[in-house]
């Protein structure tokens, strides 16, 4: 496999995000709140981790499963909340847990708001 084929996702803007989500334009070119969106994923493939180059603040209720944070697998069972900075890499399910995550709500900042 090549390498840029596990190359993570990379999203510029909000507006590029919400296309790649299946969701209509942000209301805001600055600052969008999102509610239970899919993980990004190529067609027909698994969460694939993602970069932003903008802030990501999600809640996360009680979710039976972990959640890849960079290079590490962290534990959300009893949920918490997620905060990342541009340029962070995010996502990616680990092999035997390729399920969509939902039922979280999600704020996008755009670092010029």
């Known amino acids: 496999m090549k390498k840029h084929e596990n190359a993570p ?3 510029a803007s909000l507006s590029e995000a919400h296309r790649a989500l299946g969701l209509p334009a942000p209301l805001h070119p600055l600052i969008s709140l999102l509610r239970d969106a899919r993980p990004p994923r190529p067609e027909g493939g698994s969460p694939q981790a993602h970069v932003l180059s903008f802030y990501k603040v999600s809640f ?3 979710q039976n ?3 890849r944070y960079g290079q ?3 534990d959300f069972e ?3 909340l997620l905060f990342a900075a541009p340029g962070q890499v995010l996502g990616g399910a680990p092999p035997e847990e390729e399920e969509d995550v939902c ?3 999600t704020l996008l900042i755009h670092p010029d708001f």
Do not use: M
Request: proline share 6%; net charge positive.
């Open 9 to 11: 996702l990379r999203y």
């Open 60 to 62: 996360w209720p009680r």
């Open 65 to 67: 499963r972990t959640l």
């Open 72 to 74: 590490g697998y962290y």
């Open 78 to 80: 009893a949920g918490g």
């Open 103 to 105: 039922a979280h709500v």
